[in-house]
């Protein structure tokens, strides 16, 4: 079975402007959750969609959202870049049975903003 | 921010030699997850442990969710190079409702160096 893909792997963007990553999940998941991964903060979790409706969000500022669409792959933006926006963001797909949720995680995409 | 304690935060070791990393927290997980991450790639999950005091294994990794649900530590024996890396321990908060869906909170990990 083919795990997290997250496209695109790599991106450089100037302040300002927005941005938009991708998550496709394993095949039968339908929960992605988001999360954002730097050297100073370590792994904070950003938000999480399922049946196309976000269920739970951080606390990170509206410049970040997201979407899930009917097949469970999801999107996040992030509007008007800031330079601590540069960060390793990681999209984890699992089977929302019950809160017992095991998350899969993808490679990540790593945003630099300049 | 986080809530869990992860120690140690670095380790370096001879290859062969047993490793020993735990995660405390003042909340109740339902969940403890054990991940590995190697550099520019994300966490690849090691070990899931769903009730407390339960006591598993994957190869040479032996991990156990504490009595308390508040701890969870990780053995690795025999170690070898490949073994290099970032572990950290996750935790599933407890109860139901819109604050628990999707989310983990994460230890800060322990960098692990092995010497061949």
């Known amino acids: 079975k083919a795990g997290v893909t997250q496209t695109p792997r790599y991106l450089i963007k100037t302040r300002g402007q927005q941005v938009t990553l991708s998550c496709s999940p394993i095949?039968?998941?339908?929960?992605v959750s988001w999360y954002q991964q730097t050297p100073g903060q370590g792994l904070q979790f950003l938000f999480e969609?399922?049946?196309?409706?976000?269920?739970n969000k951080g606390n990170f500022p509206g410049r970040f959202s997201g979407r899930q669409f009917s097949n469970s792959r999801s999107e996040m933006n992030v509007s008007t870049l800031e330079l601590g926006d540069s960060a390793l963001y990681l999209c984890?797909?699992?089977?929302?049975?019950?809160?017992?949720?095991?998350?899969?995680f993808g490679p990540g995409t790593r945003l630099l903003v300049l | 921010g986080q809530q869990l304690n992860q120690s140690p935060q670095s380790m370096f070791i001879q290859e062969g030699e047993d490793v020993s990393m735990n995660c405390t927290s003042s909340?109740?997980?339902?969940?403890w997850l054990w991940y590995k991450q190697d550099p520019g790639e994300g966490p690849v999950l090691l070990i899931a442990?769903?009730?407390?005091?339960e006591l598993t294994s994957n190869g040479r990794l032996t991990a156990q969710f504490g009595i308390t649900r508040k701890d969870s530590f990780l053995n690795i024996s025999a170690s070898i190079p490949s073994d290099v890396g970032i572990y950290f321990c996750?935790?599933?908060?407890?109860?139901?409702?819109?604050?628990?869906?999707?989310?983990?909170?994460f230890g800060q990990g322990t960098i692990l160096t092995v010497h061949p």
């Open positions: 095949s039968g998941h339908r929960s």
């Open positions: 442990l769903y009730k407390a005091g």
């Open positions: 909340s109740i997980f339902n969940t």
């Open positions: 984890a797909s699992s089977l929302p049975w019950d809160l017992q949720e095991t998350q899969y």
């Open positions: 969609y399922f049946s196309e409706t976000q269920r």
């Open positions: 996750a935790g599933q908060p407890h109860g139901a409702g819109g604050t628990s869906y999707g989310k983990l909170t």
